[in-house]
């Protein structure tokens, strides 16, 4: 096989996993419209069309598919094998695709990636805020970073951070105003602020555990909202009790702005973990991201 045919080959691969032109030709390193006119090529080599083109969208066709799912082990050995090289460099090379939500990308990402950078000039990240579940193979991310329980078995997890509680607080004049919740079911006679997901459209429960029982409350109040900073200006301008990550409000706490309450009922679940598809070799640009990002 000539070696322009198996380069059309990892370039019709990579169409089809990024479905975009344009996000795969940014992989490539080439321009959309010159992986179009390649991919047309191809397509006239083999008498068959591989990707159906709309305005909007771009997908294999039935005859892709097919052709796809041959090649993927062929072509990921190939690149595993390119991959291994990597090793005898002195520093790890490529580029990665990283899908987080705002916590993350805040507490986990922001804090560690310009010394990662400055590490591995030869390393180019590319980070993907998605408040959403994103599936990380089919939209073409090399990992993914989502609290511990949310991440799916057949992963490779790697913890990228603490355990984590959500609490629940509220100014001291708003406790002046109104009496402290001694369990969750009193929270029905407060205003609580909601939590719109993005995701499904509904409001998040605030979750409780108390002596291995598990209590999810929907709460009524006079806000709703879908950002963080948002609901922290409702909660410490008094309007509202709050449902926040503890290491958000810890200053607020420690200095009296805030006063955490049914303490007893929230109970720590597993932090942020840095998660990726199993594979023969992991790419060293990703192991170099996963050394730097490791917890404990």
Not at 121 to 132: A, L, R, S
Not at 204 to 222: D, M, N, S, V
Not at 266 to 285: E, I, K, N, V
Request: charged share 20%; proline share 6%; net charge neutral.
């Amino acid at each position: 096989m000539q070696r322009s045919q198996l380069n059309d080959l990892f370039a019709f691969a990579a169409v089809a996993r990024e479905r975009s032109f344009t996000r795969a030709a940014a992989g490539l390193g080439i321009s959309p419209s010159a992986l179009s006119h390649a991919m047309r090529a191809l397509e006239a080599r083999l008498g068959v069309r591989l990707l159906a083109r709309t305005t909007r969208s771009v997908a294999p066709t039935e005859a892709g598919q097919r052709l796809l799912q041959s090649l993927g082990p062929a072509l990921a050995g190939i690149e595993d094998g390119l991959a291994a090289l990597d090793a005898w460099r002195d520093q790890p090379l490529g580029a990665l695709r990283i899908t987080t939500f705002s916590y993350a990308a805040q507490r986990v990402l922001a804090p560690r990636l310009p010394a990662f950078l400055l590490a591995h000039p030869g390393i180019q990240v590319e980070v993907v805020v998605d408040n959403g579940l994103t599936d990380i193979v089919a939209d073409g991310f090399d990992a993914g970073i989502r609290f511990g329980d949310t991440v799916e078995q057949d992963m490779i997890a790697v913890r990228v951070g603490p355990d984590l509680r959500t609490i629940v607080v509220g100014t001291p004049d708003y406790f002046a105003r109104h009496p402290a919740p001694q369990t969750p079911d009193d929270l029905k006679d407060h205003a609580c602020i909601g939590y719109r997901l993005r995701t499904s459209g509904g409001l998040l429960p605030w979750e409780f555990t108390h002596e291995g029982r598990e209590i999810r409350i929907r709460t009524r109040g006079p806000l709703v909202v879908d950002d963080v900073e948002v609901a922290l200006a409702a909660v410490r301008g008094g309007a509202v009790l709050g449902y926040q990550m503890e290491q958000d409000v810890a200053d607020d706490i420690a200095t009296g702005r805030l006063v955490q309450v049914l303490d007893a009922w929230c109970m720590p679940f597993a932090g942020c973990h840095l998660y990726h598809p199993s594979r023969r070799q992991t790419p060293p640009a990703l192991r170099a991201l996963i050394d730097a990002l490791r917890y404990g």
